[in-house]
């Protein structure tokens, strides 16, 4: 009987040895109960099929999971694009204001990213992208319908994400007042009145109450501001080039899935929230996202590479732009 266990054991060892253990850490602001956590969950079986199991941890508080990565209690985390940009300049640009009008332009910019060609722009020396996921467009979220100018939001309080210059950026640019916040904490400011303004993307109307802080007189801008996504980061060092580029690939796979939460999501929102600009004012919107986009670029903060990207696939969705017969970007 010895000797039987000792032949298997012999011949199981290789099998053991093969999967390697790794943690990622999941920022999703509904735990381990939200939609990117559950995602994470079919990425788990992707990576064991690979020869990793994954072990996942939920966080509520984006910074602290951010954190916890710098601090290599994490192989691996989930976080916004905003948070991403000092592991991935390249990758972070994706969240550029104004940059991803659409769901369309934005499937472009995943399945661009997850090619082999693109590889060289996804790694650094120490980090790796293993993946982008669409969360969907950021809106205002105004507690004043008649906030729907520039020359309105002049004065006015906007819960503002304190790590994220373009944020800063964009509303000092605007002649509005910044208020640093933070995921965890910028829609229970926009709820109990302490802001003006906040802005987020339609997943995060319900799950975080907004409508409180909308009551009876506020209004959602439908205008792109930028487009969310959330990024898979690693520790390079920690999983192989070969299996971060399958694992962008695979990531790309659920961008279908990922916009059909989206979609209802922002169907949850009741009707008369939404207030729809004027083409011309869309219009001058467009050229002052664009101005302060430039500026970003030219202070280091955006990456020019995936800027003249998005650019490209802007002008192809709609050739008539004035931006097009520029080269600015």
């Not at 940009?85 to 997850?114: L, Y």
């Not at 007189?217 to 192989?240: C, K, M, P, T, W």
């Not at 729809?276 to 004012?281: R, S, T, Y």
Request: hydrophobic share 40%; with cysteine.
């Amino acid at each position: 009987m010895r000797k039987l266990l000792a032949i298997a054991a012999m011949t199981l060892a290789p099998f053991a040895s093969a999967v390697e253990q790794r943690d990622l850490c999941i920022y999703d602001p509904l735990g381990n109960s939200g939609p990117m956590f559950g995602l994470m969950k079919d990425y788990r079986e992707f990576a064991l099929a690979e020869g990793f199991e994954i072990k996942l941890h939920a966080y509520t508080d984006e910074k602290i999971a951010s954190d916890d990565f710098k601090a290599e209690q994490c192989d691996g985390v989930v976080m916004t694009g905003a948070r991403a940009r000092p592991f991935s300049k390249f990758a972070s640009t994706i969240e550029a204001i104004g940059a991803v009008p659409t769901d369309e332009i934005m499937r472009q910019v995943v399945m661009t990213t997850a090619a082999p060609n693109a590889a060289k722009f996804m790694q650094t020396e120490r980090y790796a992208v293993g993946g982008v996921i669409p969360a969907g467009a950021v809106y205002l979220f105004v507690n004043d319908r008649s906030i729907d100018t520039v020359e309105e939001m002049s004065g006015k309080k906007i819960a503002t994400l304190d790590y994220d210059a373009p944020s800063i950026k964009m509303v000092n640019h605007v002649g509005a007042a910044v208020v640093p916040s933070n995921s965890a904490n910028f829609s229970g400011k926009f709820n109990n009145g302490s802001v003006d303004i906040a802005y987020a993307p339609a997943i995060a109307y319900k799950p975080l109450e907004m409508y409180k802080g909308l009551g009876e007189n506020g209004a959602i801008l439908r205008y792109n501001l930028a487009y969310l996504d959330f990024q898979l980061v690693f520790h390079r060092e920690q999983f192989s080039d070969e299996y971060t580029q399958k694992s962008r690939e695979f990531v790309a796979s659920l961008f279908d899935r990922a916009i059909k939460s989206i979609k209802q999501h922002t169907d949850e929102i009741e009707d008369h929230y939404w207030l729809d600009l004027p083409e011309a004012q869309q219009k001058e919107y467009n050229e002052m996202l664009r101005q302060v986009r430039i500026t970003l670029r030219d202070e280091g903060v955006y990456d020019g590479k995936m800027l003249r990207l998005l650019k490209n696939l802007r002008c192809k969705a709609d050739g008539s732009a004035a931006e097009c017969v520029e080269n600015l970007e």
